[in-house]
């Protein structure tokens, strides 16, 4: 299966608060190649200190213990916009989400773009053995 890094607080966000938007600056150069369908969240080693100002301001302050450095949930990407109606759209580019549940943490080095992940560690995202 394919995981994506999405930095703390926005995968919190995702699963918590139904951020339905996953933004990027990717510049899209084949249509064709964006990823559609279901993929795990990974997160990265760092928290973005403008994303949790920002959920603070909105008030949603995140938790101060965020897991990071590996995978927390999964979530469906159905479409890539440019534009949205979302309050969670800041462009350029938007990843639209749909059904985002957590998993439980398992740790685990994560890439840039879309990534695949062994199948153990999917097992034990899933609560079953590593």
């Avoid at 479409?79 to 462009?91: C, Q």
């Amino acid at each position: 299966m394919k995981a994506l890094s999405i930095q703390q607080p926005w995968a919190w966000a995702i699963l918590t608060l139904g951020k339905d938007i996953e933004n990027r600056d990717w510049q899209i150069v084949n249509p064709g190649l964006t990823f559609r369908g279901p993929v795990l969240i990974h997160t990265g080693k760092r928290i973005d200190p403008d994303g949790v100002e920002y959920l603070r301001t909105c008030g949603h302050p995140p938790p101060e213990n965020l897991p990071l450095g590996g995978i927390v949930g999964e979530m469906e990407i159905v479409d890539l916009v440019t534009r949205s109606a979302s309050p969670w759209f800041f462009g350029p580019y938007g990843f639209v989400l749909k059904n985002a549940k957590p998993l439980k943490f398992t740790p685990l080095r994560g890439q840039l773009g879309f990534f695949s992940v062994p199948d153990e560690i999917l097992a034990a995202a899933r609560g079953g053995a590593a």
